[in-house]
């Protein structure tokens, strides 16, 4: 239950979803949670719900990730956790393009299973606009990048300090219909293991999670084709989001002292190579 005594942790899109259930585990074991998100009453809703503080911004945003923990700093002083959390899965504010994306899938999965030949094609890349490419590598990555260099602007002179990246199976494994986001979350994992090299010598860790398919607001969308997805996890379920609280935690807490650029992945068996 003290696992993260006294620590001070930042949890980027923190309102929901695994951002919400690190914070909670992270409050139980004793950290002071300051919940980021996009909207500031959905932030401080969930900063609220779990006795923690919120901050609004928008992680893509330079000039707001700079303000955002310059009043972390002037609120406490120190920032000893940063969970890069915040994240988007490009359909999830398109219902129409959601569920053509869904009906492609089903549509390949059936042809497949009875034989081929495959006739549906998810063509998602040739469709992409900039926007879409442009907006999915700003949130991940550029938003991994602000955040994490304004964070060590307060950890290097602590010389103490902890960053948790969040990536995906995606990252390694790819996925049809993806590849901004695959791109995005591959990109992840390269600048954790860098930086993690970077920064050691001033005895901060650097880690990533990657997740497999959770059970989340981010995953609605995929509706039935989920039993799919089940059906192809060796454990034959999606995770929940404690599957990934509770490695955030070992992640930040000194049981991982000896643990940096690292990926962990809770993902039930479905990718066992990371
Ligand atoms: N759910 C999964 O299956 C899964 C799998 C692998 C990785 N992930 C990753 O885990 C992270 C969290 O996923 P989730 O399932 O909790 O998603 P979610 O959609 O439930 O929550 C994401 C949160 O991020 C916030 N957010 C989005 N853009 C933001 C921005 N620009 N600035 C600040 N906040 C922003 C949203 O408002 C939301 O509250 C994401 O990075 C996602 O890519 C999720």
Known sequence: MERLEGKIALITGGARGLGLAIGRRFREEGAQVVINDLDPEAAQ??????????????????????????????????????????????IEDDPERAADFRNRMLAQASEAVSGGPIETHLDATVEATDDDWHRMLAVHLDGTFFCSREALKIMNPQMSGCILNMGSIMGTAGGAGSAAYCAAKAGILGFTRSLAREVVTRNIRVNAIAPGW?????????????????????????????????????????????????????????????
């Open 45 to 90: 809703k969930a900063a609220t719900e779990i006795g923690g503080s919120s901050l609004a911004a928008d992680v893509s945003d330079s000039a707001a990730v700079a303000a955002m923990f310059d009043e972390v700093a002037s609120q406490h002083g120190r920032l000893d956790v940063l969970v890069n959390n915040a994240g988007i899965n490009g």
């Open 214 to 274: 959770i059970d989340t607001d981010f995953t609605s969308f995929l509706n039935e084709t989920k039993m799919l997805i089940a059906a192809q996890t060796p454990m034959g379920r999606l995770g929940d989001v404690d599957d990934i609280a509770w490695a955030a935690v070992y992640l930040a807490s000194n049981e991982a002292k000896f643990v940096t650029g690292q990926t962990l992945s809770p993902n039930g068996g479905w990718h066992m190579s990371q």
